[in-house]
């Protein structure tokens, strides 16, 4: 099995507070980033940071684009120098991507479900607008890892054909999210079916994937059985695998 342990070595890193105040979010997951404000902080960071590269994400405006990202953007390709970056852009038009393109090597993109985006995301968009957009960077010639959180829609798990639409994209791997209850939003509560999670699992054998870091960490010691690759498993489920490979940077990439 292969685990993934990011930090210290590949640190995430906010640019901007969020907008959209997803239902199962509110934003609460950017408080396990590194927070930058502008140009100055981030430049200010790669310069003290001793890893070797950089998760580039944040908050989203109410187009589903990232904030500041074409503030940051010729920071970040300076910073491309000495790090390996990737970038969760968001939405992105044609000239964002070719700026993208200059200033990463990876971008993660999210691939939600149209009850999801709907029900969950607040954006007026469809499944089919996230697929355009990952075919948008895909085409500016950036390498692209979808991630896919089953459950998003309040623990139904209703992402299948969304895997199923990968096979007509080029991409070497993808991530699976889990949706997990997060205290104080609308997803407290949540639950979704460990049968469930587990078949979709298996049903996206047909591809290369990574369980990636957001899911519930007591379902770790049956992901460990169904899984090649996973991010931060939990202690019990390290005890449970024989031979493990540990690499040091995000899960949704296939090396640096």
């Not at 507070?17 to 927070?35: D, R, S, T, V, W």
């Not at 038009?93 to 993208?100: I, L, S, Y």
């Not at 692209?144 to 309040?154: D, R, W």
């Amino acid at each position: 099995m292969i685990a993934y342990f990011p930090k210290p070595n590949f640190m995430p890193v906010a640019i901007s507070n969020c907008e959209l105040n997803c239902k199962h979010c509110m934003g609460k997951y950017l408080n396990g980033m590194i927070k930058v404000k502008n140009r100055e902080e981030l430049l200010k960071f790669g310069e003290k940071f001793k890893g070797y590269g950089m998760l580039i994400s944040g908050g989203f405006d109410r187009e589903g684009r990232l904030i500041n990202l074409d503030k940051m953007i010729e920071v970040i390709k300076k910073l491309r120098k000495k790090f390996f970056i990737a970038i969760h852009p968001g939405f992105v038009d044609e000239k964002m991507a070719q700026k993208v393109a200059e200033a990463c090597d990876i971008a993660f993109i999210d691939l939600p479900s149209n009850n999801a985006i709907k029900n969950v995301l607040n954006l007026e968009k469809s499944s089919a607008d996230y697929f355009m957009n990952m075919a948008r960077l895909i085409d500016a010639g950036i390498e692209v890892t979808p991630h896919i959180t089953i459950g998003l829609n309040y623990g139904n798990v209703e992402e299948w054909k969304i895997v199923d639409e990968l096979k007509n994209y080029k991409i070497r791997k993808f991530v699976i999210n889990i949706i997990m209850s997060t205290p104080k939003t609308p997803f407290e509560n949540v639950k979704i079916e460990k049968d469930d999670v587990l078949n979709f699992i298996d049903y996206s054998k047909k591809f290369n994937f990574s369980i990636g870091c957001m899911r519930p960490r007591k379902i770790d010691v049956d992901l460990v059985k169904h899984v090649k690759e996973i991010a931060i498993p939990s202690k019990k489920a390290m005890e449970m695998v024989k031979k493990v490979e540990i690499r040091n940077f995000c899960c949704g990439l296939q090396k640096i």
